[in-house]
């Protein structure tokens, strides 16, 4: 019975050494981000800071992951709550084009920029940050209920999430959510006619209380 | 007659540095970038760039300004060039949507980042980037030739450029040329309805050679 809490306190010290890795990013940047820096902010031993992450490069993918991951399952369970109709379009463009205003986009933007300087970072970024686009992309459509055999379907969905990065960096120096919103409007109402009637009617299956 | 000959030279150096400040910040990031080095580049001596730019953030954002005024100048001359009919929407947007997939994007990317945690320098950077912003939209608007009064019009030309934005941060770590000309495709597709009538028939004045 030693077993399962020992797993339980790693799985929670790795989460903790994430989270600080985030943290240093968005407030230091890239160079001034450490393991060392990480484990003191976790609270974490520098010995068990590098046990789950022998390098910088490692946690910091791990970092890009994590929050990746936590995102895509809050947008599908806000998603699950959304009221079927008209104003469903409305507030699906509303998530997807909010989902890179926050710390996880800025921490991943610190990244990105580092890795374009940096082949060593880029070797380990490029094939996650295909793996994430994917899981963005492919929640995008579930959201939005288009079918990617119709002409265009699929880049209408890559343009919304393309807008979405753009809006991010938008909010990176300044306050954008006023202006954003405003674009988030404009996009829904550009959308609505390409978008599948069953849309615009909920997710086959989803029951309204009443 | 010496004045106009030191003063010619005087703007020379300027450029030279400038070029040079953007080539540093692309190959080693912000922080690898320094006014010795840029200096060294550009073939000038160290004093000589002090005296134009005393501060790394003078030349930084000198040569942010700089990029955007060539690059928009660019802009406009292309555009004068462009036929009338149905092409036309897409060739304006093929040249909006790629207006951020170059090294001026990438340099601004590398100094909006570093900003991002400095003080000092978003304090020079942020009026500067609302000025570049505020022209890039003023071209956009006359390129798709839509009246800001209609409603929505405002918010199509922002998301345009925002979307470019966003293609300009995917094309960072890879070659994304393809896939963004199959998203310009689509975009001018859902643009072209909701622009005036006089935006595809050419703006009006313009006379094509024969």
Same mark, same amino acid.
């Given at each position: 019975?030693?077993?399962?809490?020992?797993?339980?306190?790693?799985?929670?010290?790795?989460?903790?050494?994430?989270?600080?890795?985030?943290?240093?990013?968005?407030?230091?940047?890239?160079?001034?981000?450490?393991?060392? &820096?990480?484990?003191?902010?976790?609270?974490?031993?520098?010995?068990?800071?590098?046990?789950?992450?022998?390098?910088?490069?490692?946690?910091?993918?791990?970092?890009?992951?994590?929050?990746?991951?936590?995102?895509?399952?809050?947008?599908?369970?806000?998603?699950? =709550? &959304?009221?079927?109709?008209?104003?469903?379009?409305?507030?699906?463009?509303?998530?997807?084009?909010?989902?890179?205003?926050?710390?996880?986009?800025?921490?991943?933007?610190?990244?990105?920029?580092?890795?374009?300087?940096?082949?060593?970072?880029?070797?380990?970024?490029?094939?996650?940050?295909?793996?994430?686009?994917?899981?963005?992309?492919?929640?995008?459509? =579930?959201? &939005?209920?288009?079918?990617?055999?119709?002409?265009?379907?699929?880049?209408?969905?890559?343009?919304?999430?393309?807008?979405?990065?753009?809006?991010?960096?938008?909010?990176? &120096?300044?306050?954008?959510?006023?202006?954003?919103?405003?674009?988030?409007?404009?996009?829904?109402?550009?959308?609505?006619?390409?978008?599948?009637?069953?849309?615009?009617?909920?997710?086959?299956?989803?029951?309204?209380?009443?």
């Amino acid at each position: 019975m030693v077993r399962e809490p020992r797993q339980e306190r790693s799985r929670t010290t790795r989460r903790r050494l994430l989270e600080a890795a985030v943290e240093c990013i968005v407030e230091l940047g890239w160079t001034g981000t450490t393991v060392a &820096l990480i484990a003191e902010r976790a609270g974490v031993s520098r010995g068990a800071a590098q046990h789950h992450f022998p390098t910088r490069e490692d946690m910091v993918s791990g970092a890009v992951e994590y929050l990746a991951e936590v995102q895509i399952a809050e947008l599908r369970s806000r998603a699950s =709550e &959304l009221p079927a109709g008209s104003a469903r379009t409305q507030s699906i463009v509303d998530m997807l084009l909010n989902l890179y205003s926050g710390r996880m986009f800025r921490a991943a933007l610190h990244v990105w920029v580092a890795a374009s300087t940096d082949e060593n970072l880029r070797a380990t970024l490029a094939p996650l940050e295909a793996r994430v686009g994917r899981e963005a992309h492919r929640v995008a459509v =579930e959201l &939005l209920g288009v079918n990617e055999s119709d002409a265009g379907a699929r880049e209408t969905v890559q343009a919304t999430l393309d807008l979405a990065r753009g809006l991010g960096l938008a909010n990176l &120096l300044s306050d954008d959510t006023k202006r954003r919103a405003q674009i988030a409007r404009q996009w829904a109402r550009l959308l609505e006619p390409t978008l599948p009637a069953v849309q615009k009617n909920g997710t086959p299956g989803v029951t309204i209380p009443s």
